[in-house]
DNA sequence: TTGAAAGCGGTACCAA
DNA sequence: TTGGTACCGCTTTCAA
């Protein structure tokens, strides 16, 4: 509908040649103030925009950055999409959205699709877990959340390790010695890094493993939900829980209100990442808070930064890690009794 | 990095012109058997992926729909824009996602953008409620939630009137009498539907309108939440609050523990969609189900229908209004009394 | 059935 | 300081 202007209407106007007006508009020429004033005035009357993808054909960029994750329903990728788009929409990018449904064939379609080509700059939430992935890239990529060891490229991340142990600990501290944990798989290095971190916060502090206690499944509420009641069923139950993720932990407070159990006095309760359950109930559950909105501002940031070194591909792999904190609430029962260390 | 390959190269290697490479991409002439067999077999062997802007300068199309929304943080527009994603997908449509903050303004350069060029349609959310702005919009547009008269263009919406009339119907109807409502600004529809349901329904039996039970304000939780304490600081409180979207009907729950009220037995709440605290406590609450998904992908199929039917101008607009339901949970008390029509 | 070439809307080099 | 023009990668007439 409605043709659009062009270049060669403004030059007409403007009685001038297209070359001079993309000068004035590109700013980059010397052009005498007379010309400049006329065809900005041009342009301003016509209301011309240029046309991007016939820049693009020619300067072989096209402002436009990718941010592709696996779902969008999930608060957390959300944070992370806003904090990219604001960053690249104050320097002038745009930025289209994909999700992949965390499946790796939707994120390889991705990669094969004109999409791809028609951005300039890419920040992922991966869903593969092999490098060799990754590496057949020709594109800058900052890698967030997971990081692929070996993909050879950038990455933002958070300290999923300290997170785990630092709720483990906390749990330790007040006295806890049945502490069960219910995580993700342990396929990237948000499953593996918590996993480790509550696994080494017992052995820091002389606390048997107890296989019974660990529940590895999904990301997903409903793991979280069986989980806990099967935790709770259990001769000898757990009497702290570490929730590995925020629909987990979500899943295990219902469960506990099914149970007709008291978060805090009946069995403690820490969560990773801020839920809408865990603010809501009563005591509030204690989480760790990480940094989701930054963590997609340092991506686009990350990214920014390499489209401006252009090909200078001589260039190590970063790797950002961003730290996260423990909020303490009154979900964490004082059990007393001694801490060593 | 890594300069892409192009159709020259696929025709070179083929030993046929560019011309004919086109044709048996596109399918649509006739070639050889013979000589479509060997251009796809070079297609394939160099992988080459047709670089969409330059087929897009020609063909005048981009086969890419934008999803324009006020925010991502809302599941009912992320359900949006996944119907939109999933309809267009398989069609052969890439979607681009741009949020305004539901603010004229950023919605505004939205559509000044080349952002708005590169796309062949777009569904939208609006945050303008003038017809002017959305009559000035040369592309094909479908609105969705909110509809604007005079505007010209397609629209999707659900029956906001029919939801809070039949919220507040069940309300009397379990004898209730007074009962408030804590709703959003009436600018578009969305606001003036449902406030008008409200209205009608008390006025169908015969109820007395009570201004100090009507709370009026923005839709964010906090509206919900203040607006709540202060109708139950009431000297004769309402029996009965029907909170006008998800967000303030979290806020409501929120107050109604903070006040140390029992959702049903001290007071009933009746909320419109559904959300995740109406669906934890205890009883649920009851809510107008609303068909988010499916309002994505009705909008979408609605554009790519306008997209197919092409520059045919005369077409008069269409507005589809999808129905909605009320789920009935525990969070509303019968207080018996006689139900008159 | 196939190829040559114009043109889509810009940029950027080379001349003037 | 300005204009002419080749070219970006593709589609689409027109001829062969």
Known sequence: MASEIT????????????????????????????????VQKVVKELNYVPNTMAVSMVTKQ????????????????????KGT????????????????????????????SSLKRNVDGIVLIGAHNNPEFYQSINKPVILVDR???????????????RGAYESTKYLIENGHRQIAIISGPQTFNDG??????????????????????SKQGDWFEDHGYQSMKELMNLSNPPTAVFAANNMICQGTIKAIRDL??????????VGFDENTLADFVNPRVSVIKRPTYEMGIHAAEMLLQRLKQGEKKDL????????????KYGSVKNLGGEINA
């Open 7 to 38: 270049i060669k209407d403004v030059a007409k106007q403007a009685n001038v040649s297209v070359a001079t007006v993309s000068r004035v508009l590109n700013g980059l020429d010397r052009v005498s103030e007379k010309t400049r004033k006329k």
């Open 62 to 81: 096209t402002q436009m950055l990718a941010v592709v994750v696996p779902v969008f329903e999930n608060p957390f990728y959300t944070a992370v999409i």
């Open 85 to 112: 788009v604001d960053v690249a929409s104050q320097e002038g990018y745009h930025t289209v959205v994909f999700s992949t449904n965390d499946n790796e064939k939707e994120e390889a379609a991705f990669f094969m």
């Open 147 to 161: 990081y692929i060891e070996g993909s050879g490229l950038d990455g933002v991340v958070i300290d999923n390790f």
């Open 192 to 213: 593996i890094e918590r996993y480790r971190g509550y696994q080494q916060a017992l052995k820091d502090y002389e606390i048997d493993f107890i296989p019974e206690y």
């Open 260 to 269: 007709n159990l008291q978060i805090g006095s009946d069995v403690s309760l």
């Open 316 to 327: 190590v792999p970063r790797k950002l890690t961003l730290g996260v904190e423990l909020l």
